[in-house]
């Protein structure tokens, strides 16, 4: 199960989840330093870490490296919730507890995951209609949503 991503991390993730193309750190860096003073070296040695941890996979160009995500930022999402709610004594409360926290928008969302996963397993179909939230799991670049680390 994955660890909560650090704040820089994130902030890094959060980078390469919405450009969704391969990036490089000197792209990355120049994204972050429009909100704080980083250094060059801490974001590649950020990167690196990612690598390390799964997080991305990387490919040389030149003397630089490009890095893609491994999965989706809905997966890693999905994981942590999974981790949070499996580690509960009592899930059925954390669940009704977790549904209560929630927006009228992110109840909705909810019910058109559910419907999503019912027709899944009503038809046996491998496809589900078009929902109008796409389901937790599945990665926007239909990418493998493996956990990192695994």
Do not use: C
Not at 15 to 25: A, G, I
Not at 96 to 105: C, H, L, N, Y
Not at 119 to 130: F, K, N, T
């Amino acid at each position: 199960m994955p660890r909560p991503l650090g704040e820089l991390e994130d902030a890094v993730m959060t980078r390469v989840w919405q450009w969704n193309r391969p990036v490089t750190v000197r792209e990355v860096l120049e994204d972050l330093q429009q909100e704080r003073s980083i250094a060059y070296t801490t974001v590649m040695t950020v990167m690196d870490n990612l690598h390390q941890k799964g997080w991305v996979r990387r490919e040389a160009e030149g003397r630089a490296y490009r890095y893609t995500a491994v999965s989706t930022r809905a997966a890693y999402s999905a994981a942590l919730m999974n981790e949070a709610w499996s580690t509960s004594d009592n899930p059925a409360a954390a669940l009704v507890a977790f549904f209560g926290m929630m927006s009228a928008e992110q109840r909705e969302a909810l019910r058109d995951a559910v419907r999503v996963v019912q027709y899944d397993d009503e038809s046996g179909a491998d496809a589900a209609p078009e929902p109008t939230a796409p389901p937790v799991a599945e990665g926007e670049s239909g990418e493998h949503t493996q956990e990192p680390g695994r």
